[in-house]
């Protein structure tokens, strides 16, 4: 039973992080795009002021990236190093709250993919801590 659930457990781990692979691309997108971006909505809801704002890189690489690299990085370990896998969603959540706090009280404008990015590096975190707590617990011995 404990066995079904952590390999459902890591397939939704896995799909989330092609979801956010596939959300950071189209950030990534954004990040280089030089033509009016779709989904600038208006002043408030604008993805081109955020990925082109001094904080849309982290030393000379788009914070996109990062994002993609991450979430294949969570996506690989999933199942294998439940707990390294369970740091690494913490970490890039930490990121990713810290960049939304930036838009917010810095830029003062959202960007849907970002908000997007974060609400599923938020779920990856919480199924990883999920599946890190199982193989803990799967690891200990039957008394």
Partial sequence: MTSTINSTLVAAIVMLCL?????????LGEHY???PSPCSINDKWDCGIVN???Y?????IPVAFVG??????ISALAG????TTA?????ALLFSLRLTWIEWKVLGVWCIYCLSSQVIIAM???LTLLAAALSRRRARPIE
């Fill in 56 to 60: 849309a890189t982290l030393l000379g």
């Fill in 19 to 27: 979801a956010g692979v596939l959300i950071s691309g189209l950030a």
């Fill in 68 to 73: 993609i690299f991450g979430y294949a990085m």
């Fill in 52 to 54: 082109h704002s001094p």
């Fill in 124 to 126: 990856v975190f919480l």
């Fill in 80 to 83: 294998r190093m439940p707990r």
């Fill in 33 to 35: 795009n030089t033509q």
């Fill in 87 to 91: 740091i690494l969603a913490f970490l």
